[in-house]
């Protein structure tokens, strides 16, 4: 079965840069959830999109964005990185947006600022 | 950590004894969802207990809900080396879609 794909799965970048991750959720998903998590932390919800609009925010910096296209693929656009920014960042998607819906993860982005 | 805490935060265990870990949580919730992560991979879902259910089953996974108490457990029965991983619970808050992690629980199964 189809899974969640992110890209790249590393990525390695120097303060002050910028970066764009990608996120394709499953087929018929249409709600992309973005997570952060730092070296021995717990993931911290970002951001999420449902049917391409933003449905909900979470403690994303005023330096990252994102959007959700046409396809439902996801962008998380991050400037002026921080060596605190590295991180693993995981897409999830969902069927819906409802409360019993289960979520979907993909691999991760490594992202490592030097 | 969003949520609450998991405890213990670390736990050593033989192949083939069964391991507990709990999670508690601050407020009412929709569902609670475990999850499984091998070391700086990704999150693999093992089980979804929604708030008017008690116990669930999958496998060698149990999992209780006590909404009185606010919170969870999770007991992984006979454990093998492959079950070395971090666990964290998971849960969506009433009105809310997003999932909101615990600390983790990293249990080490020793062969």
Known sequence: AAGVIQSPRHLIKEKRETATLKCYPIPRHDTVYWYQQGPGQDPQFLISFYEKMQSDKGSIPDRFSAQQFSDYHSELNMSSLELGDSALYFCASSATSGFDNEQFFGPGTRLTVL | ?111
């Open chain 2, 1 to 111: 950590s969003q949520q609450g805490e998991e405890d213990p935060q670390a736990l050593s265990i033989q192949e083939g004894e069964n391991a507990t870990m709990n999670c508690s949580y601050k407020t009412s919730i929709n569902n609670l969802q475990w999850y499984r992560q091998n070391s700086g991979r990704g999150l693999v879902h093992l089980i979804l207990i929604r708030s008017n259910e008690r116990e669930k089953h999958s496998g060698r996974l149990r999992v209780t809900l006590d909404t009185s108490k606010k919170s969870s457990s999770l007991l992984i029965t006979a454990s093998r080396a492959a079950d070395t991983a971090s666990y964290f619970c998971a849960t969506v808050y009433s009105n809310d879609y997003k999932l909101s992690f615990g600390a983790g629980t990293t249990v080490t199964v020793r062969a």
